[in-house]
């Protein structure tokens, strides 16, 4: 590999991330650039586990897909442990699934049916929350070298300051969205019901706790009906 050449790719990809609008953008760029940039790379996608539940995120094929949640299905694979960091490992890397993996017994005969022949795993993490795992695959055997993962973990660090930026950005963005939704709702209650700001804030959280039911869908509610 040429790694001037590849420095000067990270650096341009890293400001392409994070020039990105939305987080959505920000992961296929992200599995983009992975494709281009690993030797060996056939296929990347972004695995994130939400509440027990598999998500496959910017996939570049539909095998990235099927391998996830298979995965998920078997409560087992390099990708699924990348996403949980088990046993605080950043990487996981298979280099050749036509044999047995001790590890990860159930995944592996059924990979090899989906037509993959190796894989790597990158947890993306920062130092305040882990944001899923990048996963590259290869359909040949011993496909990715320790350059590439070199390469994958380079690529993985930049994406998971991009991603956490990015989603930052969007609870901000949702933040704004709920307070303006809340201040509608008190607004039309106000109006309708001759109540002060307090009161109608009131009026809002206490349906709130009674029901069971978040505050932002309550103004939502209001603000559909007119009423609750």
Request: charged share 25%; with cysteine; glycine share 6%.
């Amino acid at each position: 590999m040429d790694w001037q050449r590849f420095a000067q790719q990270m650096a341009s990809m890293a400001r392409d991330l994070l020039a990105q609008p939305t987080v959505d953008a920000t992961l296929k760029r992200n599995t983009d650039a992975a494709y281009g940039f690993v030797e060996g790379c056939d296929a990347a996608g972004v695995l994130i586990i939400r509440d027990k539940t598999v998500k496959t995120l910017a996939p570049t094929e539909e095998m990235v897909v099927e391998s996830d949640q298979l995965q998920g299905r078997l409560g087992e694979g390099p990708c699924f442990d990348a996403a949980r960091r088990v046993d605080e490992e950043r990487v996981f890397r298979i280099a050749d699934l036509t044999h047995y993996q001790e590890r990860w017994p159930a995944f592996t005969p059924p990979a090899r049916a989906l037509g993959i022949g190796s894989m790597m795993g990158f947890l993306l993490f920062t130092d305040e929350q882990n944001l899923g795992a990048l996963n590259l695959y290869s359909r040949r055997p011993g496909a990715f070298t320790d350059l590439s993962e070199t390469a994958g973990v380079l690529l993985a660090s930049h994406a998971a300051v991009a991603l956490a930026s990015a989603r930052t950005d969007a609870q901000k963005e949702a933040a704004i969205a709920t307070r303006h939704q809340i201040g509608e709702a008190m607004g039309i209650l106000m109006h309708r019901n001759k109540l002060t700001e307090d009161q109608a804030f009131d009026v809002l959280r206490r349906y709130s706790q009674q029901n069971n039911i978040k505050l932002r869908e309550v103004a939502r509610l209001v603000c559909e009906t007119g009423t609750l």
